[in-house]
Each structure stands twice: as C-alpha cells, then as structure tokens.
C-alpha cells in the first residue's frame, strides 16, 4: 500500500512539473497587452510597474501599453518613464490619442493613422496593438538588460487590465470625482450635526470625505481654492441657526463657487481641473438643500408650541367642575383634567373656556369668545338661625 501510495504521489509531482512548465513555456512567449486610460495619476503608475514586474518575472516576450490619456500628473509620469527605461523586457506604446508624455520612453511606439508622426523616433504608423507587434518584429532595441531582437510576428498576446482595487483608486484620484467626494462628505457631516444621532449621514460622510483626502492629497491643490470651499460651506451651515435672511446662503454660495473653480492649481493642464458642469449641479444641490432647511427652520419659528405648558397657551377646553372666584375647579384640556382657576367671574359645568395662562400645575381659564357669561352666584337664603346670628 506505501509504495502505491509512492507511485501515485510520483505520479502527481510529475505531472504538476510538467504543467508548471508547460505554463512557464507559454508566458515566455507571450506578450502582456495593459491599458493607459484616463489621467495619469498614482494609481496609474503603481498599474505600470506591476505590469512590467509581472512581465519580467513570467519572462515575457514584451510588453504594450494602448494609451489613450490626455496627460497629467508630472510626478507619476516621471515615475512611468523611468520604470520603462529599468525594464528588462522590451516595452511597446500603441498610441490612441495625443499621449506622447509616456511614448518618448518606450522602446517602440505605434501611432493610429489619425495621428501624424510626431517627433518620435522609431515610431509606426499602426492600426491596432497586432500591426504594431508585426512591424516591430526583428527590431534590435536596448532594455536595461541589454540589447534585445524582438519576436512579436506571431506571438500571442495576455491582457493585463488594472484590478479591481487599482481601477477603483484611479477613478478616486479623478479631480471632479474627488471634488464631489468631498462636497457631498461634508453635507453628510452638516447633516449630522443638524440631527445628532441619525449616524447615517454622519457615516457615509465621514467616509467620503476621507476618500476625498486621499484622493486630493495627489493632485495640485490651490490653498485658496481649499479656504473659499471650507468658508463657503461653513456659511451654508450658520445659515439655519442664524436670522441672516439668506445672506450667509449667498455668501456660501459664491465661495464655494469661486472655491470650486480655484480648487486645482493647474493652469497649464486644463485636464485636471474640476467639470464647470460637476461645479453647477453640486451647488445647486447644496443651496437647494439648504433653502428647504432655512424654510423648514422658519415654519417651525413661527408655529405656535404644540407640546409642553407652552402648547396648553391658547388651547381651548370644557369647564368640569364649577369655577368659583378665588377657587378652584376642574376643566378638560386637550383630553386631560386639569385642576383651573377663572381670570374673571365665575365658570360653569359644561361651559367652554380658553387657557389664558399656566401657573405651575393649575391653569388659569377664561370664559370662550361667543359663550354666555354665567350668572352670579344667588345669594343664601336668610333663615330664623342666621338672624339670630345676626342679633
């Protein structure tokens, strides 16, 4: 049994090799196709040097990246380019559009026909990312392991698209989806200072407005730009707690206006600046917002108190038990009995009255507009016991 057992497990390790190999074999001859879409950014460059670290460790043929980016950060470029130039495979560029900030790095570039030739040696002008590995097939280029004669006339192609995670922080780091983020984390956060303990707001708040932090703490902020927003905000805030008549809401909203526009400090890349479009609808919503706050504040301003001794001011009632002047008696208030006294003459059973005042536990009542005063009390009849008194 042991030594079957033995064989079997022989067996297994062969064929695992074997597979192993077989794979290995394969990713020797393939070349690893990655996606440059969008604003160059952090994200963006973490994506390349996995890319071109995934296709040196499987011992690719090469790698291409189809760019359609119109720019971005300096800083992240920078950080492409000199990833490309220490890559020990070849790295291709196929490019989609006007990005030759990362083309003048690769190896070999491709131009779709709808671009001219720019400036840039040993570029092709290519219909797809296949023409591109046909007519650079045979080319002698340098990598920083040495020279290289590319094979690429039939070599078979594996994507290597961003994950899920990476594509989730590029979009984060897009200027307009981190200036959202950030004007909807703090309406999130005004919310729940307006109503302690609605947590909801207050959560999914705070977690925008830390994913706007990461996202803006990579992009070329303007102080200003951050002060007028922040100003801005804070005067949308003030405006429920304050009689201002709508002026802080004016003021909030032309900060946060001129904030907003100011906010990237990128004049020469129009690319990284926040959507005028993503500027109007955010501020619409937030002056939207708080006007239907401030209206909602001044309703319950002007509304008269319907709880406590302050609602029972002016509420109407039942007299339930006579009321003599100076004494007390019984009234029915809003479906309670309350001890009351009279602010004037006396008030019978079943005679309705109106809460003038409230004194402590009694509440003192006046006769109801349209009823009849009650008659005054008849006098006591003069018995033979009360005139002797009387002698």
Known sequence: MPIRLLRAATVALVAFVYIVGAVSAQSNHAVLVGHIDGIINPATANYVDRVITDAERSRALAVVFSVDSPGGLADPTRQIDQRIERSNVPVLVYVASNSEHIAYAANQVGLTPALDQQAITGSYQVANVSDLLQQANGS??????????????????????????????????????????????????????????????????????????????????????????????????????????????????????????????????????????????????????????????????????????????????????????GRQGLVQVLGELWRATAADGRLLEGQPIVVQSVDGLVLVVRRASGSRPAPPRPAAPVTAKSKAAGR
């Open 140 to 325: 002698s280029i340098q990598v920083a392991a040495g020279p290289i004669t590319l094979d690429t006339a039939n070599a078979p192609t594996r994507p290597a698209d961003m994950t899920a995670v990476e594509s989730f922080v590029h979009t984060l780091t897009n200027p307009t989806i981190a200036y959202i983020l950030l004007s909807m984390g703090s309406l999130g956060l005004i919310l729940e200072l307006l109503h302690p303990g609605s947590v909801f707001p207050g959560v999914v708040g705070g977690i925008c407005l830390l994913l706007a932090f990461y996202a803006l703490g990579s992009l070329p902020l303007n102080l200003a730009g951050v002060a007028l927003v922040g100003f801005g905000l804070l005067l949308f805030g003030l405006e429920p707690f304050l009689t201002a008549h709508g002026v802080l809401a004016l003021g909030g909203g032309v900060a946060f206006v001129f904030g907003s526009l100011l906010l990237i400090n990128a004049p020469d890349a129009p690319y990284l600046r926040v959507s005028p479009v993503a500027i109007g609808a955010v501020t619409t919503v937030l002056a939207g917002f708080f006007v239907l706050l401030v209206g909602f504040v001044l309703r319950a301003r002007r509304s008269r108190a319907v709880t406590g001794h302050e609602g029972l001011v002016g509420a109407t009632g039942v007299v339930r038990r006579d009321i003599e002047p």
